[in-house]
Nanobody, 124 residues
Framework: QAQLVESGGGLVQAGGSLRLSCAASGRTFSNSAMGWFRQAPGKEREFVASISWRVSSTYYADSVKGRFTISRDNAKNTVYLQMNSLKPEDTAVYYC?????????????????WGRGTQVTVSS
C-alpha cells in the first residue's frame, strides 16, 4: 500500500520561507507524477503545484507562481515544495499526492495516493 508522509510544516511570519518534503513508499513511484494541494479552514482543497516524473513539466497555481518551487529526487522517492515570500493567505494544511501516471495534472481527482497533510501557518 502506498504511503506518503509530509513534513516541514510549521508557523512562520509573513515574508518567510518553508520547505515541505513528501517521502513516498509502499509501491514503486517510477512513472508517477506528484503534486501538492492545500486546504484552508472552510475552503475546498485546491491545487498548488505538480511535477511530472521526468521533471520536464511543472505546473503552479497562479496564487503561488513565482513564490513556490516544486522539485523531486526520484532516487529518494521524495518531492519538495519550497515556499518563499509566504503570505497569511497561504495558511492551510498542505497535502502531497501521487498519480499512477507520469504526466502532471492539476486536478485532485487524477491523483490516486494522498498523504495526511502538514499544517502551514503564516502570521501577519
Amino acid at each position: 500500500q502506498a504511503q506518503l508522509v509530509e513534513s516541514g510544516g510549521g508557523l512562520v511570519q509573513a515574508g518567510g520561507s518553508l520547505r515541505l518534503s513528501c517521502a513516498a513508499s509502499g509501491r514503486t513511484f517510477s512513472n508517477s507524477a506528484m503534486g501538492w494541494f492545500r486546504q484552508a479552514p472552510g475552503k475546498e482543497r485546491e491545487f498548488v503545484a505538480s511535477i511530472s516524473w521526468r521533471v520536464s513539466s511543472t505546473y503552479y497555481a497562479d496564487s503561488v507562481k513565482g513564490r513556490f518551487t516544486i522539485s523531486r529526487d526520484n532516487a529518494k522517492n521524495t518531492v519538495y515544495l519550497q515556499m518563499n515570500s509566504l503570505k497569511p493567505e497561504d495558511t492551510a494544511v498542505y497535502y502531497c499526492a501521487a498519480r499512477l501516471f507520469p504526466i502532471a495534472t492539476i486536478s485532485a481527482d487524477e491523483y490516486a495516493d494522498w498523504g495526511r497533510g502538514t499544517q502551514v501557518t503564516v502570521s501577519s
